[in-house]
């Protein structure tokens, strides 16, 4: 059985966390996301990521223009 998903992104976050450096054990900033995902137009659910530090080693470092 499958269930028709819409995902809807809320807000991208950057930045600081004690917290998430601890467990991470590499210090920040991360970067993260918070979206809704809806069913028969109703929110089914809220989904909070941050992303792996570790990314950086397939990805790239990023860097921001200031």
Request: without cysteine.
């Amino acid at each position: 059985m499958r269930t028709e998903l819409y995902r809807d992104v809320q807000g991208i976050h950057y930045g600081h966390s004690a917290e998430l450096e601890a467990a991470f054990g590499i210090p920040g900033p991360f970067w993260g996301r918070h979206y809704l995902f809806w069913h028969h137009k109703q929110p089914f659910t809220l989904i909070y990521e941050v992303f792996s530090p570790y990314l950086t080693r397939y990805l790239g470092a990023m860097q921001l223009k200031e």
